[in-house]
């Protein structure tokens, strides 16, 4: 879930080293094949590829999967699949938006997945349009703090075109316009500063604050979507205040 809540930022942290380790890696390696396929193989004039790549690096996929990820996209290797991006939108519990990035190769199974998903955990589908307008497409660039303060972070990006940066704990995240993505990395990458993921997603114009009940229910759909092999990345407008993050943790 894109990070609406110090907690969603270590819950993140805590499901790349857990069990769902394995599908997390098939879902980066999805991406460096389709960036590979749209942009060519070399990750030096395909800055989608490069980020995908080093993404799948920093949550230690190793390095053969990802070469040959590469080469699959690139035509360089026989066996890649034909998966094409679709996006789904719903309603969850408490009226909260829900945006679904999938890459699949089997449109009627992604989309029959998702809405069961969806039902099973009271949410429900939305025709294409009514919550997309919600969010707008933003470049996010997340790093670990490592001594590091937002003033170092901000006069590293300012004059590269970030837009905030936001202090979620133990780590920052950045947002730009997506076309300002590749200047805002570079400028970090010259100041020295190591960075854990560059890509695209979307951020929320209006958020729904929740309780615990909520957000418990919420964070249950989030699950239940992301562990679908077809859905990349779920998006919601939901706010977590900080004191319901700090019961969630306590669970």
Known sequence: MAGHSKWATTKHKKAVIDARRGKMFAKLIKNIEVAARVGGGDPAGNPTLYDAIQKAKKASVPNDNIERARKRGSGEEAGGADYQPVTYEGYGPNGVAVLIECLTDNRNRAAGEVRVAMTRNGGSMADPGSVAYLFSRKGVVTLEKNGLTEGDVLAAVLDAGAEDVRDLGDSFQITCEPGDLVAVRTALQDAGIDYDSAEAGFEPSVTVPVDLE???????????????????????????????AAQLDEE
């Open 214 to 244: 909520g957000a418990r229910k919420i964070l249950k759909l989030v699950d239940a979507l992301e562990d679908l092999d077809d859905v990349q990345d779920v998006y919601t407008n939901v706010d977590i205040p900080d004191d319901v």
